[in-house]
């Protein structure tokens, strides 16, 4: 019996009923702690034997059975917290994403090539089963859904015979994917007209580089939207063409770009920077410690312009790319503030489950911190931000789903009827403008075909101030309490192929 309340004052005397062998226990235990403490081991040594006689302390008095997985567990992922900093965490094997790495580091996976979207998770007053279905928001050129022929805008009801309408996207990302060469089946809805079509899984390369052209100002745009191992050479190959067909300035659009492979930001960086640093690596062990030169092999001549746009979501191998071709002055930087993660983290496996432990910081060039700082434009770019009041109404409006319902209902729409219900919302909504309303009905009508609003100035303000910037050399007036953003506390993440 152990009925001590407390160790000290008139509670020690109270409750004196410890029985002697319980003495004796305490008594060992006191003689082990000191011998330990003057035994001269080191603290890693005398912090292990007291998480051990922690343990059995525990088994020995804790009045219910304890599951010693959940102890060891529990401890290691207090070890890691205890170092405080949120990237440095221990990952328990269930809920370890076998997709995920390989999708970030290695740019490939076996699927069947679809971009997806479930219009019932972003809206929860949805209103019809299709609603909740799932969307083929775009298929990838070449893959197996394209040569099977799925196409934009299709509904996916049910996959291998499985209704899909209570899948979230991680359950369909998980049954559309698997080995390479084996089969899935479709049931889809086209206009709706079901019909089945059996996909033979492919090796999907992650497509992460996309670009444009604009041809009447000569500007080449190319957009980044994550790093895996294939974004250099296809960075290059954008290059190329734009550069083939006549554009004499370049627009690199990393707006978003979560990060990804490190290596692929450095050789993208050699694109452009054809000397001296490119990034440094700092850490406490000395096997972290690098200082990478560019390489002299650019893909464009060093005076030809060329102009870089972030955001407060370009994060970490983004910054260390855009931080890279700031400092030398090789491009101008637009927009805003980036996300300011300029640190590594060592992923290592550990009995089954995973570590992660940022190991090193990495420094711009002219050794700038980029972690808890990101990297500064010199031409800020106002956020887009709607009024208080346009953002209840624009929230009222999205909530409805009715676009949505129009666009499904109507598809294909003519320039007359997208005009002619234009005209009818602005007159349910009069506090919206005419061209948000547009706007926001050519999103949607764009899920149903295969008309792009990428790289459209005339829906990207971003785009539009970059090429007024390059061609009169105009900055946008910024309205300061417009465009202040709360800095997330959340590490930005990329969308998934599947």
């Not at 998770?121 to 609603?131: D, G, L």
């Amino acid at each position: 019996m152990f009925c001590i309340d407390e160790l000290n004052g008139d509670s020690m005397k109270k409750h004196s009923c410890i029985p002697l062998i319980t003495k004796s226990i305490i008594a060992l235990l006191c003689v082990v702690f000191m011998t330990t403490a003057m035994s001269g081991s080191s603290d890693r040594d005398y912090a292990i034997e007291r998480l051990g006689t922690l343990y059995d302390l525990i088994e020995m008095y804790y009045y219910k059975d304890v599951d010693p997985e959940e102890l060891y567990r529990s401890a290691a992922k207090g070890m890691l917290d205890a170092v405080e900093d949120k990237y440095t965490r221990y990952v328990v094997k269930d809920t370890l994403d076998d997709t995920s790495t390989s999708d970030t580091t290695e740019g490939n996976f076996g699927g069947v090539g679809t971009i997806i979207q479930k219009v019932g998770e972003q809206n929860e007053n949805y209103t019809s089963a299709e609603e909740n279905w799932v969307l083929i928001a775009d298929v990838l050129p070449g893959s197996p859904a394209e040569k099977a022929g799925l196409q934009r805008g299709d509904f996916i009801t049910a996959i291998d015979g499985v209704d899909t309408l209570e899948f979230s996207l991680k359950d369909t990302m998980d049954a559309m994917r698997g080995e390479i060469d084996s089969t899935v089946v479709f049931d889809i809805l086209r206009a709706r007209v079901p019909m089945q079509i059996k996909v033979t899984r492919g090796l999907i390369t992650v497509p992460t580089v996309k670009y444009a052209y604009f041809s009447q100002v000569k500007v080449g745009y190319i957009a980044i939207s994550s790093f895996t191992p294939y974004t250099p050479r296809d960075t290059k190959r954008a290059l190329e063409s734009l550069r083939g067909s006549g554009a004499t300035s370049i627009v690199l659009d990393l707006r978003g770009n979560p990060g990804g492979a490190f290596q692929a930001a450095q050789e993208t960086a050699d694109l452009f920077i054809n000397k001296g640093y490119i990034v440094h690596s700092r850490g406490k062990n000395p096997f972290f410690k690098e200082d990478i030169r560019a390489s002299h092999n650019v893909a464009i001549p060093m005076d030809m312009p060329l102009y870089v746009l972030i955001d407060a979501n370009s994060a970490s191998a983004s910054e260390v790319l855009s931080g890279a071709l700031q400092d030398h002055g090789r491009a101008t930087i637009l927009g805003r503030n980036s996300f300011g993660k300029g640190v590594v983290q060592a992923v290592l496996p550990f009995y089954g489950d995973q570590v992660l432990i940022t190991s090193a910081e990495y420094l711009t060039p002219k050794e700038n911190h980029i972690h808890g700082i990101g990297v500064k434009p010199e031409v800020e770019l106002p956020l887009s931000l709607l009024s208080k009041d346009e953002i209840k109404i624009v929230e009222e409006l999205l909530k409805t789903n009715e676009i949505y319902r129009h666009v499904a209902q109507n598809y294909p729409l003519s320039e007359e009827d997208l005009d002619s219900y234009v005209l009818k919302l602005k007159a349910k909504y009069p506090g919206l403008s005419r061209d948000l309303l547009e706007r926001q009905v050519r999103i949607h009508m764009n899920k149903f075909q295969d008309a792009d609003i990428f790289a459209n100035p005339l829906w990207d303000d971003d785009i539009k101030h970059t090429l007024d910037y390059i061609i009169y050399g105009v900055k946008p007036i910024i309205n300061s309490d417009k465009n202040e953003k709360t800095p997330s506390s959340e590490e930005p993440k990329g969308n998934e192929t599947h």
